[in-house]
């Protein structure tokens, strides 16, 4: 520590110089009113912290996962296709809360699990950002009814509570506009499922892009949102002697699927095969040509909900972010 720079004055320190357990200090200095303590030791209590200077923390913001935000319509495949939009989007939608919370002066607890919330509130968090995948109709997870609550990546004709949206459908249009600026007409296909939420709007946008143009999808690769699985099922396409001159894959992860199933069959990006994407994750700029890709604005996302949660009251209902594609090599025009 550097001369005459003070360290920061701690909740031990204040306990210590009450003479009481850095608990007792806790549940004096945050007003919690459910533990019996005199009113001659909260007085001591003041008085230290008063003394030493001591400055409360700002309150914690919980970011809880979507383990808690299933509805009882959704069915099976909406759970599997909500992981795997989770597990790619998650963790650049907590890297925009903690970054927006940050500016604040607060901190991020996360949680995963329908206890997740009552274990938050019990360490101090009184305000919420739900990261939900839910396709059915959102409703509001028990644990988190009656708190201040924000969610990220639900959608729903009317929503209970303000929700944070990337728009998919304009992110769709995007991929779709970029390939017939190219001059792909015919010939496109989609790879990856349109799995319900995110999936659905963005190939709502993509049929939009192109009737606009007078085209459509030459066809759709129905395989799961993983390379493996795509690499599989496009090097069995390829098989068939089908020769797409452009692919629009759901994610990065997909398009790297069909990096690998392009090269096994001879074919070269873009020359033979264009292909672009949504996310804009580092996949997107690893491979070799550099991908084009949509940026869903995830990290915005985090922090325009915890923006709006700290804002106080908010008007409830859908704040849509826009998506930006980011061009690279990987789109060129058809060759045949």
Known sequence: MSPGKRARVTLRDVAEQALVSPTTASFVLSGRRDMRISPATEERVLQAARALGYRRPAPAIGVVSDATGHTAGESLRDRVGGEILQDCA?????????????????????????????????????????????????????????RRLVTVGASGPSMPIPAVLTDDAQAGRAVAAALTAAGHTAGIWLAGQALPGSGARRLSGIRTELRSAGSRLAGHVQCGWTPDETRTALTHLFGTGARPTALIAMNDRVAMGAYQAAGAAGLSIPHDVSVISFGDSDLA????????????????????????????????????????????????????
């Open 90 to 146: 998650a963790g650049e939608i907590l890297r925009g809360c903690v970054a927006a919370a940050g500016d604040h002066g607060h901190a991020v607890l996360t949680a995963h699990g329908v206890d997740g919330p009552q274990a938050l509130a019990a360490r101090g968090v009184r305000g919420f950002v739900h990261v939900s995948t839910a396709t059915a109709a959102y409703a509001v997870p028990l644990p988190l009814r009656g």
């Open 285 to 336: 700029r690893w491979l070799h040509p550099g991908l084009s890709s949509v940026d869903l604005a995830y990290v915005g996302a985090g922090r325009l909900a915890v923006e709006l949660l700290l804002a106080g009251r908010v008007r409830a209902g859908v704040h849509r972010l826009p998506a930006e594609l980011r061009t690279r090599q990987s789109v060129g025009p058809p060759s045949r």
